[in-house]
């Protein structure tokens, strides 16, 4: 690992555990470095859309139209070598009764997430400082959970002097969290509806997929 890296969280899906919900929970991670060599290119962009008209005050997969879409994914593609991404695939109706509260379902599939990226990395010497960013949480207790899961696993994991952050800012703020938005709702589409025109672009740097309950047969809904 470098001196200092960042890791950007995003996630897809709801957490109504029943057949009205989403069949699957997708937690994302993307680990870049500075300089973000993807940043000035979503820059140039993010201005080309405000001359040709639209108001991209940022961009969010769902919400921007097929062309700002496709145009995003083709910057995220042509910089894929400066990204590590991470996906946890949760199908929701194996998951036992007990989780099924956010607050002790988030936590764990987070820190589940957090510990692989971190095992698999620590093999490349450590770095100085790590720096988990995620997306505003408007809910204090599910604000507080994940901040403890991320902490929680950085101090068991990490050596004694290595440093780190956990920060939520708003995805307006920082091209990290629309980059982690990005491939995650790419991800999150694949298993959702088979859909891979977008996880294709982007697989080339999808350091792991990890199905979690995969070899599971047991559901409880």
């Known amino acids: ?33 500075r300089p973000f060599l993807i940043h000035p290119q979503l820059e140039e962009y993010k201005h080309d859309c405000l001359e040709f008209g639209l108001n991209t005050e940022y961009f969010h997969c769902t919400e921007d139209n097929t062309h700002v879409r ?36 988030y936590p764990i599939m987070l820190g589940y997430l957090l510990r ?6 620590s093999d490349n010497n450590i770095a100085a400082e790590i720096i988990v960013i995620t997306d505003t949480i408007p809910i204090k207790h599910k604000r507080q959970s994940v901040e403890k899961a991320i902490k929680h696993i950085l101090k068991e994991i990490l050596p004694k002097n290595c440093r780190y952050k956990v920060l939520h800012h708003s995805s307006k703020s920082h091209f990290g969290l629309q980059v982690a938005d990005y491939c995650n709702w790419a991800v999150f589409r694949k298993w959702q509806t088979g ?6 672009r982007i697989k080339r740097s999808l350091e792991s997929e990890i199905d979690i309950f995969g070899s599971e047969t047991d559901c409880y809904y």
């Open 70 to 105: 496709k145009k995003v994914f083709s910057i995220i593609e042509d910089s894929l070598d400066c990204l590590k991404i991470d996906s946890l695939i949760i199908e929701k109706r194996k998951i036992i009764p007990a989780l099924h509260d956010e607050k002790k379902f």
């Open 1 to 33: 690992m470098a001196n200092r890296v960042y890791i950007f969280l995003d996630e897809g899906g709801n957490f109504d555990f029943s057949s009205n919900g989403t069949p699957y929970f997708v937690l994302t991670s993307v680990m870049m470095q």
């Open 116 to 121: 692989h990226v971190f095992e698999r990395e």
């Open 195 to 200: 859909d891979t025109e977008y996880y294709d």
